[in-house]
């Protein structure tokens, strides 16, 4: 059963796409609707939603920019875009977004629930055990090897020295057709667990996984994917001057949601538990190998976050981290990431928007890894964290003053106060006037 997000500031229309879509004989359990992107913001944050229907133009937050935020915190959600506006730019933007299809208001009913079950359709979940899936595998995927020199190349390049990488690169594009011309460049290392999995089976897996990172990776990134060991691959994306610059996403956010989209979908589809190392973004080919280096080292982060899985070079402090550092000092530095960010959440969790991804780069580190420590060290998710406040505070102000509800909710932080009355119900039970009586 799917969960539906409908995004739109005009209630009519959620109200119409929703029993549309309660009528279509679709596999959907649960329609949730918002009528501007900081409420749809908190449904993503609180529910388990499979596909977003937005619209375009809405108050503070549009549909793009909600997009965005969408992909960062769950790369894997799907959107469907809706407009008013036959507009190009807003368009071509959506479809870079990863949205499934733009179609303009007054919507076709028949068009709009093709469109939602092909997107339904594409999500669905295996629901196959490991052995049936090698099974499958076996008898159905018909390998086409890799050319092996090319991935010899390809790693010499990546954990060369600094010094060989543009001849490497010269030697790749004469002798394999391979442009390495950046001049950004990223590399994301990922390794999958086969333990339990006979060794005649690695190869199948290891090519299935090298599939669904080109698949990924074949609409919008300019990139090499290789074989770097028994139970390894490597990524090797590059940006141009213009697709660096033009991007309104933050790069960290952009390479975070890229690690988490190979993680997701990896482990999704074949079922074995999926790391993933990734570096900076650098320019040059010389800095290719650097770049490597970085990722393997993320890579081994691992070892002490076991139960963390997309690891970014940039969120550890290696200077004070190496191998002669101490656990303590370890947890320090954690702990250190932690407080900062409370302490940030303390002082601005009534601000209206308030995301992730702000405290996180107000701290220095990836959201991933923020949401991470936060989780682990605080035993609450940072956006519970953040509701927990802004839940006690309304709460005083219903108790020991005579304002509104608008004011109250303006107070806390949200624009809409019929919004904050459905997150405080959902939260104490009782809807604030209730709880004022």
């Known amino acids: 059963m799917y969960t539906i997000l409908l995004v739109d500031d005009e209630p009519l229309i959620c109200r119409g796409l929703s029993s549309l879509l309660q009528s279509s004989g679709l596999n959907i359990g649960t329609i949730l609707t918002a009528g501007n992107g900081q409420e749809a913001l908190d449904y993503l944050r609180m529910e388990d939603v499979d596909l977003i229907v937005t619209d375009i133009q809405m108050g503070t937050m549009n549909g793009i920019e909600l997009m965005h935020q969408a992909k960062i915190m769950k790369p894997w959600v799907e ?25 303009i208001k007054p919507l076709n009913n028949e068009q709009f629930l093709d469109t939602v079950r092909n997107v339904l359709l594409q999500m669905e979940k295996p629901e196959k055990q490991s052995d049936e899936l090698l099974s499958n595998l076996r008898a159905n995927f018909q390998m086409e090897l890799p050319n092996e020199r090319k991935g010899e190349w390809l790693n010499r390049l990546v954990r060369g020295e600094p010094q060989e ?26 390794k999958l667990e086969l333990g339990g999995v006979g060794v005649k089976d690695w190869g199948l897996l290891r090519y299935a996984a090298l599939n669904i990172v080109n698949e990924l990776m074949s609409q919008e990134w300019q990139h090499q994917a290789f074989y770097s060991g028994a139970d390894e691959l490597c990524l090797l994306i590059e940006w141009s001057e213009q697709a660096y610059n033009e991007s309104n996403m933050n790069k960290i956010d952009q390479l975070e949601y890229i690690g988490r989209s190979l993680h997701f979908h990896i482990e999704k589809y074949l079922q074995r538990q999926v790391f993933v190392g990734i570096s900076q973004i650098l320019k040059e080919i010389a800095f290719i190998p650097t770049l490597g280096l970085q990722a393997a080292r993320a890579l081994r982060w691992r070892e002490e976050h076991p139960d963390h899985h997309v690891f970014y070079y940039g969120d550890y402090k290696w200077g004070s981290r190496e191998d002669s550092s101490t656990e303590e000092e370890g947890l320090a530095q954690s702990n250190g990431i932690v407080e900062q960010a409370k302490k940030y959440i303390d002082e601005n969790y009534m601000k209206k928007g308030i995301t992730l991804n702000e405290v996180a780069h107000h701290n220095h580190v990836s959201p991933n890894y923020l949401s991470y420590l936060f989780k682990k060290y605080m ?30 909710a303006d107070r806390v932080g949200y624009e809409s106060p019929e919004h904050f009355s459905k997150i405080f119900k959902k939260y104490y039970g009782i809807s604030p006037s209730d709880w004022k009586k």
């Open 165 to 190: 990488a543009n001849r490497l690169a010269e030697e790749l594009r004469s002798g394999f057709g391979v442009s390495i011309a950046g001049p950004y460049f990223a590399v994301f290392r990922i």
């Open 379 to 408: 035993n609450a998710n940072l956006w519970e964290y953040v509701i927990r406040l802004r839940m006690e505070e309304s709460k005083r102000l219903l108790e020991t003053t005579d304002l509104r509800r608008y004011e109250i």
């Open 79 to 103: 959107t469907i875009v809706i407009s008013a506006h036959e507009t190009f730019q807003y368009a071509q933007t959506a479809m870079r977004l990863g949205a499934k299809d733009y179609l």
